[in-house]
């Protein structure tokens, strides 16, 4: 897809950074990392949703510190997924999460996750908060997840389906730029995780 885009395009600076954005596969697949976060942060905000659940394989390359371009973000997600999101119970959430946050790491399926926080033990989780809150069974929240992972890829749940879900129309990769483009520049501390995934 690179060709036509125009390899002027391609180069131009969108953002800079403080530093690198973690993308390496032999990482993102196996721990939370900032740049998995910040991607989730970018559809979370896209879709003015609660939490979002991005997939450790759509993560294809860090970003080196310093100036971003286009051809940069394209080298990350070069698969044009759509965001989309689901609005559900928390007692909804809480089973999508049974399943979502229990992969095995090593794999794509590993998600990445933004607004959320959890303890995963026993294949189970519990002490989960939203924004902050315990997650309540009976409200409702909405968070998104790629397009893929909507139809059931990586073995997420198929949620294309649901009565709350939405497909947003937007590609990930061109979210990403939009994001890092208004936050730039990206501290990239800010996305480090700090210990909202508990694995016990």
């Given amino acids: 897809p690179y060709q036509d885009k125009g390899q ?18 032999n990482v993102v697949r196996f721990e939370q990392t900032n740049l998995g976060r910040l991607i989730a942060a970018a559809h979370m905000e896209r879709a003015k949703a609660d939490f979002a659940v991005m997939n450790s394989g759509g993560v294809r390359d860090s970003i080196p510190a310093g100036n971003i371009t286009y051809k940069d973000v394209l080298t990350v997600q070069p ?9 559900m119970t928390g007692n909804e959430v809480l089973d999508y999460l049974n399943v979502v946050a229990t992969k095995p790491v090593d794999s794509g399926a590993y998600a990445q996750f933004y607004g959320v926080s ?19 069974p009976t409200a409702t929240y909405r968070f998104t997840i790629p397009s ?48 909202e995934i508990v694995y016990k």
């Fill in 8 to 25: 002027e395009q391609l180069n131009i600076k969108i953002a800079e950074s403080n530093g690198k954005l973690e993308g390496d596969r």
């Fill in 79 to 87: 698969f044009g997924n759509i965001v989309t999101y689901v609005d």
């Fill in 118 to 136: 959890m303890v995963v033990e026993n294949n189970k989780v519990h002490d989960v908060k939203i924004g902050g809150k315990a997650l309540n």
């Fill in 148 to 195: 893929f992972n909507a139809a059931g890829g990586d073995g997420y749940p198929k949620i294309a389906d649901h009565a709350g879900y939405v497909n947003t129309g937007f590609v990930d990769a061109e979210v990403l730029k939009e994001y890092l483009h208004k936050h730039s520049p990206i501290d990239v501390n800010k996305f480090a995780p700090k210990g």
